[in-house]
């Protein structure tokens, strides 16, 4: 009779287990068991209590005949509501004990809840963006900070000015964001390089992750000389790790070392162009350091593009100025196609820095300085002191300045803010203003009226010392002080947070006999902000 299948496989089994007993290579009868348990589980021959050891009966398989895999599909549809759950509360969702799982999705349903969970984390994404600086900012900055630490110690204070850094920031961030104008001095020191450049990292970092394509180069920063190129370029060296590359052209470095591959293909009939080295076009810098006149130079050879540039930087406006290159950085401007962001690092002392500023900025605008003192925080802001004898002409005198100021912003709707000492002498102001050939309409709460003439349309704002808020000084870019405070440090308040969001301003100060004790601190504020004194100030 012929032996069965089953009898076959027991004779073999004893054949090699005799073999390997009889072998050197012979293991132990534990270890053989171990060896025979685990090909069996390879093999997939188990019986049901030994599948039982591995999973569980769940409602979708009561009989656990899949044990424990799911279908094709169910796996996506879990994993889109585990992160929708996530993305809507911030944390993982814990599952209870108790808790029964649902029967497989419907295809609607898991592409609805796909949908959610990509929706809900760009949202959550873009948060964290524009809510604080990310951790990549953060690491750009140690990056420089380690960088520059052991020649000069100045490491720690590139954290120091982070109040400074996070209105950058915030402002260069933005969803729309605003040109800034940094008035601290003549060029920018090495802490606002350090943040300015990281902010751009964070913003390249960004983008990518959102999926965006980041032109090069991304920033072009434009500075007066080779020497501050080459600080500029020492700071953004220590970012070439993390993925950001910088390349700098100035007059020290010859054309033929700064030309692009591009330009050598399509151009060779050129004489400077036969030895040209491929560098620009290879590396495809996000960071360009650049002189304006190296830059014009190689932007009219086509060695490179900045049509697509993102973010301009202008450091040393005034020195630019001083050069007679200012006409440069208007070519450069309308070489860039679109609307860049545009930061400017100047010195606020020359008049004609306001006229080329307001040319090259938007209207809306951040003031930033690093330092705390007056005139940074204060500049393009004119001071006016008239002199009123006594108390009494102070409305006649009021109308004359409001009259002044009509005329000088003809033809153009302005605001005015009138700040009195209190809120009595605001309404007794407020209702005793009746111009000449003007129409004065008053506003039903009292501390407000228009102005209309043929000249123009003046806003005016009455608003007393005691509920003078700083965000409602910031909205004017004209202020009219009808009673000095008896303290200078309050009249540097209001002085420092008119026009924070436009180029110019003017403050306008009634001075009469009451307010001598302030006339010395009065003048060498004045003085300090190369305003002009009155010769009354002087004679006092």
């Known amino acids: 009779m012929a032996k069965g299948d089953d009898a076959l496989a027991r004779k073999r089994n004893r054949v090699r287990r005799k073999r390997m007993r009889s072998s050197e290579n ?23 209590c030994e599948g039982m ?8 398989d009561p009989f656990n005949e899949r044990h424990g895999k799911k279908r094709k599909g169910e796996d996506s549809a879990d994993e889109a509501e585990d992160a929708a759950d996530v993305a809507k509360d911030g944390n993982p969702k814990k599952k209870d004990a108790n808790t029964k799982k649902q029967p497989p999705a419907k295809a609607g349903a898991k592409t609805k809840s796909k949908a959610i969970c990509e929706r809900a984390a760009e949202t959550e994404e873009g948060g964290v963006d524009f809510d604080r600086p990310s951790k990549f900012l953060v690491v750009c ?31 260069c961030s933005a969803p729309a964001p605003s040109d800034v104008l940094d008035t601290s001095g003549s060029c920018s020191t090495m802490e606002q390089t350090a943040w300015l450049v990281s902010t751009a990292c964070d913003i390249v970092a960004r983008k990518e992750r959102l999926g965006m394509v980041v032109s090069c180069p991304f920033l072009l920063y434009l500075v007066p000389s080779q020497e501050k190129a080459a600080q500029v370029r020492s700071i953004c060296k220590p970012l070439k790790p993390l993925g ?18 591009y330009v050598l293909f399509h151009n060779l009939c050129h004489p400077i162009l036969i030895a040209a080295f491929i560098r620009l076009k290879t590396c495809e810098p996000e960071f360009l350091i650049a002189t304006p006149e190296r830059l014009l130079e190689l932007v009219s050879l086509k060695a490179i593009d900045i049509s697509s540039v993102s973010m301009l930087v202008i450091d040393g406006l005034k020195c630019f100025l001083d050069l007679n290159v200012s006409e440069k950085i208007f070519s450069i401007r309308e070489a860039i196609s ?8 100047t010195d606020p ?61 003809a033809k153009k709707s302005s605001k005015v803010l009138l700040v009195a000492a209190s809120n009595k002498k605001a309404q007794l102001l407020s209702s005793s203003l009746k111009l000449e050939n003007c129409t004065v309409t008053d506003d039903p709460q009292g501390n407000s009226f228009t102005i209309c003439s043929s000249v123009g349309l003046m ?55 009451t307010d001598a004790p302030i006339t010395k601190p009065l003048a060498e504020l004045l003085a300090n902000c190369s305003q002009v004194v009155p010769e009354f100030l002087k004679k006092l």
Request: aromatic share 4%.
């Open 53 to 60: 050891c591995f999973s569980l009966p769940t409602p979708d």
């Open 244 to 261: 950001i590359h910088s390349v700098s052209l100035h007059p020290g470095a010859s054309v033929e070392h700064q030309i692009s591959g």
């Open 459 to 513: 806003n005016v704002l009455v608003k007393d010392r005691e509920n003078l808020a700083m965000s409602d000084v910031e909205e004017f870019e004209t202020v009219l002080v009808v009673d000095l405070p008896p303290s200078v440090d309050e009249y540097v308040e209001i002085l420092t947070g008119v026009a924070r969001q436009t180029i110019g301003g003017e403050v306008h100060s009634i001075f009469s006999n």
């Open 141 to 171: 900055l140690n990056a420089i900070r380690d960088a520059v630490a052991p020649e000069d110690g100045g490491g720690d204070s590139i954290h120091g000015k982070g109040d400074w850094g996070v209105e950058l920031w915030r402002s």
């Open 26 to 48: 012979a293991v132990s009868a534990r270890v053989a068991a171990i060896i025979a348990n685990k090909r069996r589980r390879k093999s997939g021959k188990r019986r049901g």
């Open 349 to 409: 002392s020359d008049k004609n820095i306001a006229t080329i500023a307001r040319n090259l900025l938007r209207e809306k605008i951040t003031k930033l300085a690093i330092n705390d003192s007056v005139s940074s925080r204060s500049a393009f802001v004119t001071q006016h002191v008239h002199l009123c004898p006594s108390e009494e002409l102070k409305a006649s005198k009021v109308k004359e300045i409001l009259e002044q100021i009509l005329r000088s912003h």
């Open 338 to 345: 679109g609307n860049p962001q545009i930061t400017i690092f």
